[in-house]
């Protein structure tokens, strides 16, 4: 079940928004969310969700045992190991197995029988916050979670479950247990947030998706540049809107039930440098990585080429969680190499960070420069992302530089989808990429008509999707990969 769907705006949250507040204490509160958020993830994996609970159990476990045991320093080590590789065991075998014996098969010329497994819907997801909340309690054994159905909570509440944001334990743990119970204001702003995240994956990346699946499914070979890059940006927007307007979703319906999350995204496409944009973008995952592996590693406190090697591993690793495919490794490592080139060679991070050490705005043209410069790198990668496999990537990109030769077939295919309708998206996904939002709503709170108008927006934009989902129209969602 995903949030832009017919199901779930008409029976599954209504219902379970009413279940919720009915006049009884905490504890059936969050009864109500652990048996919806099952029922929620059953609907599309019936089986795998005694693997989710299952492995919310495990983590359960191990968490009580190290708690147990904090003054016994080799016991605690012992359970952590053994948590971290049943947790990375179990992303192996269901989202990675395939992809090693392919490998292996390819490298080596082997016979391996390549395995043929389901992938369960947001086990990255749910693996990476079971797997904090025993390094947490690891590190800080007074934060262990002594309530089986607390920690099930924590782990399946749907708003989050399937494609984040990565929520921390210690971010939500006062949560479980004390909470803002039928606080009308909370209720309002997680609903216009979630109308928010809903329009932009209706509106914008929907009809984003359409133009790149047509293109990525061309013989881009056949084509020139035009085509190459329509497809390349249409994705760009196609991927930022769908995913954050997801979290906006998420953010949004937590909040109605009483919980907050940290933002996920911050207008990552107005970053000035890739290491800005990874600030920016999917800020939950990037701040897994820096907790859980980056500083142990040793962070920058080990000297430059450890520095570096650090940051190697951290996108091999954050590429390779994405899928099960060479092209997320190879996304993973060509935002690596651009941090590390940022770090030693180019000057873009000084010409950056000396502006933001002064407190003083970047020069336009400078801004303006250093934005085209990260763009045109985040372009790149997502490539890679979005192909099926290595050597389309390859072909589409070296269109996307070389292909300047004329083609009346390209012409014909880009006037095509320069529909009005399609002008006008893409040209609301280049102004709401950037902090235009923000300002609007900043300027808006100053007025005292700010609530109706916000209101009545709200409405219209809900209206809008519905009237997209009744058409039927094309609803993709990319992280379902994930």
Known sequence: MVFSSAIFLA???????????????????????????????????????????????????????????KEKLKIKKLLLALSVILNVSLLGVFKYAGFFAESLNGIFNCNIPVPQIALPIGISFFTFQAMSYVIDVYRDPSQVQKSFPKLLLYISFFPQLIAGPIVRYRDIDKQLSSRPVADAHMIVTGMQRFIKGLAKKMIIANTMAVIVDKVYGLDMSRLNGAVA??????????????????????????????????????????????????????????????EYVYIPLGGNRKGKLRTEINKIIVFFLTGFWHGANWTFIIWGLFHGFFLILEDNILPVNKLNGRMQKEKKKTPFVTAFFLNIYTMLVVITGFVFFRADDIGQALIMIKQMFTGFFPSYESLSYVCEQASPFNIFIALLAFVFSFPVSDIL?????????????????????????????????????IYFRF
């Not at 979703?249 to 107005?270: K, Q, T, V």
């Open 441 to 477: 709503k900043n300027r808006l709170e100053k007025k005292k008509y700010a609530e109706p108008v916000k209101a009545v927006c709200s409405i219209c934009l809900l209206v809008i999707c519905i009237m997209s989902l009744a058409s039927a129209a094309y609803n993709p969602f």
């Open 11 to 69: 029976a599954f949250l209504p219902i379970t928004f009413i279940l919720y507040y009915l006049p009884f204490g905490i504890r059936y509160k969050n009864t109500v969310l652990v048996i919806t958020s099952m029922v929620f993830y059953a609907f599309g994996e019936p089986v795998y969700v005694f693997l989710m609970a299952g492995s919310v159990l495990m983590n359960y476990i191990f968490g009580v045992g190290i708690s147990a045991n």
């Open 229 to 290: 890059w329509m497809g390349a940006i249409a994705y760009v927007f196609q991927i930022y809107f769908d995913f954050s307007g997801y979290s906006d979703m998420a953010i949004g319906l937590a909040r109605m039930f009483g919980f907050e999350f940290l933002e996920n995204f911050d207008h990552p496409y107005s970053a000035l440098t890739v290491k800005e944009f990874w600030r920016r973008w999917h800020i939950s995952l990037s701040t897994w990585f820096r």
